[in-house]
């Protein structure tokens, strides 16, 4: 069964911290994304990468970083954490190009700052 | 710029058919999505219909697409308990290296 794995289901950190996001896929897709998910809202992106060691800003970049050194890994960084970012993360995988059958998701992890 | 657009809650009973709606401003779409979120999840694919399909039939759901109106829904018979859950209406578009846009989802509420 192909899957998108987030490392965490639910995070409590402290403001200030920094805090790392895993998200690893088995499908071998070339795109990932982090969406950020707020009640009223929708999906919100945040970064998303087309390959290995390459990412593009999203909607809602600000206080938020990411690394991709590898193809099936994709990780979402909070350099200092704030209270703002109270939210449910979500990452996504897909292939590339045109043959876009949408997005795998992950379940989600949905983190606390306090 | 792109935008979907689609109402945030829906309540209907067992046993009866759900139509959850949904509008979209980019005339350049490839694909549509609709996407079931159930409580505590991530999102799931349900079903995908490409630009130059007008519906698209799966069991008990059914995909209408109006490129003229840019409307896009989905049916859902004999609505089941198990059936709630938050339904998100998505697109990809020609524009912005296939980008796909997410509506803010529906809620679908389904009384017993």
């Known amino acids: 069964d192909v899957k998108v794995t987030q490392s965490s289901r639910y995070l409590v950190k402290r403001t200030g911290e920094k805090v790392f996001l895993e998200c690893v896929q088995d499908m071998d897709h070339e795109n990932m994304f982090w969406y950020r998910q707020d009640p009223g809202l929708g999906l919100r992106l945040i970064y998303f990468s087309y390959d290995v060691k390459m990412k593009e800003k999203g909607d809602i970049p600000e206080g938020y970083s990411v690394s991709r050194e590898k193809k099936e890994r994709f990780s979402l960084i909070l350099e200092s954490a704030s209270t703002n970012q109270t939210s449910m993360y979500l990452c996504a995988s897909s292939t590339q190009g045109r043959s876009n059958y949408g997005y795998t998701f992950g379940s989600g992890t949905r983190l606390t700052v306090v | 710029g792109e935008d979907v657009e689609q109402s945030l809650f829906l309540s209907v009973r067992e046993g009866d058919s759900s139509v959850i709606n949904c509008t979209y401003t980019d005339s350049s779409s490839t694909y549509l999505y609709w996407y079931k979120q159930e409580p505590g999840a991530g999102l799931q694919l349900l079903t995908y219909i490409f630009s130059n399909m007008d519906m698209k039939q799966d069991q008990r759901l059914t995909v209408l697409l109006n490129k003229k109106d840019k409307h896009l829904s989905l049916r859902i018979a004999d609505t089941q308990t198990g059936d709630s859950a938050i339904y998100f209406c998505?697109?990809?578009?020609?524009?912005?290296?296939?980008?796909?846009?997410f509506g803010a989802g529906t809620r679908l509420f389904v009384k017993a």
């Open positions: 998505a697109e990809t578009t020609d524009t912005g290296g296939f980008k796909t846009i």
